[in-house]
């Protein structure tokens, strides 16, 4: 099973507990989610300690998410810390120290 079906359904699990029924708007954002990473062409190995973090929210919240960020940097020093955030966001994120990769995402929009 893939790193990423395996994040999908533990995400799913979550969401069913918290709502009590299955979420299809969850499935369409997980699926671009995925094709997005798919797309970056990012590539990481068994050995490495991965984390995966999601940003879709306004400008104030990204701002807000850099000091999380930061604070999962210090915590996981070497691990390898790979930023999923909407395509107008990217901006913010580009030089951010923190992250080793950024891959932005056009939810709802057809390429």
């Known amino acids: 099973m893939s790193e990423f079906l395996a994040l999908r359904n533990q995400l799913y699990n979550i969401i069913d507990k918290q709502f009590h029924s299955p979420n299809?708007?969850?499935?369409?954002?997980?699926n671009e989610v995925e094709l997005a990473i798919n797309n970056s062409g990012l590539r990481t190995t068994n050995s490495e300690e991965n984390?995966?973090?999601?940003?879709?929210?306004?400008?104030?919240?990204?701002?807000?998410?850099?000091?999380?960020i930061r604070e999962v940097r210090k915590s996981y020093p070497n691990s390898?810390?790979?930023l999923v955030c909407h395509i107008s966001q990217k901006e913010l994120?580009?030089?951010?120290?923190?992250?080793?990769n950024l891959v932005p995402c056009a939810l709802g929009q057809q390429p």
């Open 24 to 30: 299809m708007v969850f499935e369409e954002f997980y």
């Open 80 to 82: 390898n810390i790979t």
């Open 93 to 100: 994120f580009l030089n951010c120290p923190y992250i080793n």
């Open 51 to 68: 984390i995966l973090l999601l940003s879709f929210n306004g400008i104030g919240d990204c701002i807000l998410t850099t000091g999380f």
